[in-house]
């Protein structure tokens, strides 16, 4: 039954010592085929969260990540290990290529509506507060100039041409 789920994904010790309650299996059995798993490098609770926070930090931020590979029953300290990869730079980053996609989406909607959804769109997926608060503020200040020069361009366009009325 271990086998079965580790082929179907990576799991930690705890999510198969969960399975394996589950499924009535006696307690030290589980922790015996566990410990072996340790042994042969079959379950490696280190290698999982650093693989998972690889994987998702993209999307989430430290706050978010944490706490899911708690929820997965990786302990602390290895949880921190694994976050040690994603550093201020690169939270921001991600941070800044989720806010792409609502901030045109937002066009046209106030300034409270737009700074609200996407503040949303980052404080759900874990980003702290003040980073947050930040990359929504310089969006909005930067897709708002974006915004007033193509309006500014777009009236010099459609201003006669001193020449061309010259020809007419």
């Known amino acids: 039954m271990a086998l079965r789920q580790l082929t179907m994904a990576p799991r930690t010790r705890a999510q198969l010592a ?3 309650a589950a499924k009535d299996v006696p307690e030290q059995v589980a922790t015996d ?6 042994e042969v490098g079959l379950v490696d609770d280190g290698a999982f969260a650093e693989a998972y926070v690889h994987a998702r930090s993209r999307h989430r931020g430290r706050r978010a990540l944490a706490q899911e590979l708690r929820r997965k029953g990786v302990d602390e300290q290895t949880a921190r290990e694994a976050l040690e990869g994603v550093d201020d730079a690169t939270e ?3 941070a800044r290529e989720l806010l792409r996609r609502p901030l045109a989406a937002s066009r046209g909607l106030e300034r409270a509506a737009r700074q609200r959804r996407l503040a949303g769109v980052l ?4 980003y702290p507060p003040g980073l947050v608060v ?6 909005l200040g930067e897709d708002e100039a974006a915004e007033a020069d193509g309006a500014d361009q777009s009236a ?10 010259a020809l007419r």
């Open 134 to 139: 930040r990359l929504v503020r310089e969006a």
């Open 156 to 165: 010099e366009a459609h201003e006669p041409d001193e020449a061309a009325e």
């Open 92 to 94: 921001e980053q991600a």
């Open 123 to 126: 404080a759900r997926r874990g």
């Open 33 to 38: 085929v566990l410990d072996r798993f340790e």
């Open 18 to 20: 969960e399975k394996m």
